[in-house]
């Protein structure tokens, strides 16, 4: 497709999974009694159904013979309809019976309109990434596979639930009939086989970026890094209930933004190399708020015994002291050890500079000096080719 073709019809999909995603809240507004119970019903649900999307038509529009675009266009589309299905059907079913037309068939849609953006984002996304292709030919049966459960999920459970369509869908309960059997087995099995199929393709994007150097390695960087923060911010929220779990929740909720995000800069090739200084960055100060949170949590934990009930409130004042004492220390050392272990090429290179800028407070030749930078240069920053001019004494400066 040309460019001229894919610009309207990807800015199509995007505003329809942009406005599918508002109805969704206008919906979710009217079944929901707080602004919170709304957050944390279809927040995470409209982060995708945007960022996706936005994400898809550029890459699209500036690549659009790379086939990622669409899949994000794709993802956002089904994650919008699918979230518009469930509100709009439970409003016109359960929370205002009667009051809008077809909530039967949002019901029926919202049984399997899942299935093509879960089905594409877990298999199809780090299968193809970033140029489109498939690692090597061997990698033909893995993505065959992964379309077989977005395929039965699409083609044989409308047909089955169609009779079925209205209340019964919306209930945990599974409604009654051959057709509802056959239909609940294939949606029990899709999920298992397309996070078999992921995993298998997370096993090719490893490989491929074992293999990868140059820019095609900083683009399989971004996207590891956005599906580490997902994975992270998944594992916190899951656990949650109540309140505290809302919260997170909340605080979590756009960080499921990252992959889409990651996919167009890696594409788009945005500032590309910023992923390493991203990733230093993360580490450093996220071992540094396990650490200083550890230690005041240590020490409030042993003077609270210690000053009494009355007394917590110095304990606590104590343990911020302690914290705000030890943050600068604590990040240079932390800074130090990621930089030796993740880091090797900047920490050496560091120590040769820290060494050179020694000698030379110390040295006082100029000629034992003169061929020492050129070899600092060569084992810091190894240029294909470096050399020294000096400028003779009196010579006029410039």
């Not at 788009?268 to 993360?282: A, E, G, M, Q």
């Not at 005041?296 to 007394?311: E, I, M, N």
């Not at 407070?361 to 080719?385: C, F, N, Q, Y």
Request: glycine share 8%; hydrophobic share 55%.
């Amino acid at each position: 497709m040309t460019a001229r073709g894919a610009t309207p019809l990807a800015w199509a999909l995007c505003a329809l999974s942009v406005l599918l995603v508002v109805l969704t809240l206008v919906f979710g507004a009217l079944n929901y009694d707080s602004l919170a119970a709304l957050l944390t019903g279809v927040g995470w649900n409209a982060v995708l159904g945007v960022s996706f999307p936005v994400v898809g038509a550029l890459i699209a529009t500036h690549r659009p013979r790379n086939p990622m675009g669409w899949i994000a266009c794709l993802v956002g589309l089904s994650e919008g309809l699918v979230g518009f299905a469930w509100e709009y059907a439970t409003y016109a079913l359960q929370t205002a019976p009667g009051s809008v037309p077809g909530g039967a068939l949002a019901s029926w849609v919202n049984v399997w309109a899942w299935a093509p953006g879960a089905g594409l984002l877990l298999t199809f996304v780090p299968l193809l990434f970033p140029d489109g292709r498939l690692p090597s030919r061997r990698w033909r049966f893995v993505a065959w596979l992964a379309a077989v459960p977005i395929v039965a999920v699409c083609l044989v459970v409308p047909p089955l639930t169609w009779s079925l369509r209205g209340p019964a869908l919306l209930s945990d309960q599974p409604p009654p009939g051959p057709g509802a059997a056959v239909a609940a087995a294939v949606l029990g099995l899709a999920p298992v086989l397309m996070l078999a199929c992921g995993l298998a393709c997370v096993t090719a994007l490893l490989l491929r970026f074992r293999r990868a150097r140059g820019v095609e390695r900083q683009q399989l960087k971004w996207l590891l890094y956005a599906c580490a923060i997902t994975v992270v911010a998944a594992i916190v929220t899951r656990p949650g209930s109540g309140a505290q779990g809302d919260v997170l929740l909340l605080l979590a909720t756009p960080l499921f933004a990252a992959i889409p995000v990651a996919t167009g800069v890696a594409i788009l090739r945005h500032r590309l190399y910023d992923i390493d200084r991203i990733v230093n960055r993360t580490l450093v100060y996220g071992l540094l708020t396990a650490v200083l949170g550890l230690g005041y949590a240590g020490v409030v934990l042993v003077l609270g015994p210690l000053l009494g009930r009355d007394q917590s409130n110095l304990a606590v004042a104590a343990a911020t002291l302690v914290v705000a004492a030890l943050f600068q220390p604590a990040r240079r050392r932390i800074q130090a050890a990621v930089d030796r272990r993740f880091n090797r090429r900047r920490y050496d290179a560091a120590r040769i500079i820290d060494a050179f800028s020694a000698r030379l407070r110390d040295e006082i030749d100029l000629d034992s000096l003169s061929s020492e930078p050129l070899a600092v240069v060569d084992r810091s920053i190894e240029p294909v080719s470096a050399s020294l001019w000096l400028r003779p004494p009196g010579a006029p400066g410039r």
